[in-house]
């Protein structure tokens, strides 16, 4: 019997932080199929792969206690994109990451999803020194929210096996929780 592990639900003024559920796969789906919101990130994706990408992240959740919450609208109902810590496999660090369907860009939501998901996780693990963010040189809109947050690119990169070398954005959590609460 396998545990049912307990994934928390966050809110902020506009938005809900919460585990996936089935009724989410259409849209996101969707989102991983649009090759400008892919663009930075490994692509489009097949329906097929959008569901592999929807396990694995449900699967972060049972292997390591985090992982991304699907990110809703509060006064619409519907999800947005995703954001929150993640940490495959050989990655240089946990990181916080977020991705959102193109028609909710502009908005604020990467900075507001990010906030919550970061000041979660680094109030659960209190060893957590800083987290990082891995943002393709190109992608400008993702570096935006990277400044919002104070995190800061010292010139270190991760040469990731699929994306190439992307640049480590970190903040420290001494400067987290002085920008944040």
Known sequence: MTERVNIPTLETDRLILRAYRPSDFDALAEMLADPQAMRFLFGPRSRHEAWRTMSGMAGQWVLNGYGFFAVEEKASGQFVGHAGPNHPQGWPGLELGWSLARQYWGKGYATEAAIAAGSWIF???????????????????????????????????????????????????????????
């Open 123 to 181: 109030t659960l693990k209190p060893d957590l020194p800083r987290l990082i963010s891995m943002i393709d040189a190109r992608n400008l809109a993702s570096q935006k929210v990277a400044k919002r947050l104070g995190q800061t690119h010292n010139g270190e990169q991760f040469d990731h096996w699929t994306a190439g070398p992307e640049d480590i954005w970190a903040i420290s959590r001494a400067d987290w929780f002085a920008r944040h609460g």
